[in-house]
């Protein structure tokens, strides 16, 4: 179901950072699991990084040391840091979140970035 909230999206210049931000519903689930993925225009959605139980992180081979995923407990909030952005980064991102049996997922926030 719907219900996260994106923010930290918006403009950037080649090899800038932005760091978007995802607020949960209620306290983070130690066994939650959690991903940003993002779908760029005539493009499918992928998968960017996700986060499992016990802190356990995958990145797409394409963001790989360039981003990183991290949640804070005590805000309920999790994120995405970008460095080091590029054109081919372009996209609205997307994040979810799974716990319990029920998952949960934000309308988008977009991300631009001129070379």
């Known amino acids: 179901q719907a219900g996260l909230v994106e923010s930290g999206g918006g403009s950037v210049q080649s090899g800038g950072s932005l760091r978007l931000s995802c607020g949960v519903p209620g306290s983070i689930d130690s066994g939650a699991f959690m991903a940003w993925s993002r779908q760029a225009p005539g493009k499918q959605r992928e998968l960017v990084a996700s986060m499992h139980s016990g802190g356990i992180t995958y990145y797409a081979d394409f963001v790989r040391g360039r981003f990183t995923i991290s949640r804070d407990n005590a805000n309920n909030m999790f994120y995405l840091q970008m460095n080091s952005l590029e054109p081919e980064d372009t996209a609205v991102y997307y994040c979810?979140?799974?716990?319990?049996?029920?998952?949960?997922w934000g309308r988008g926030i977009q991300v631009t970035v001129s070379s």
């Open positions: 979810y979140y799974k716990t319990s049996g029920v998952t949960y």
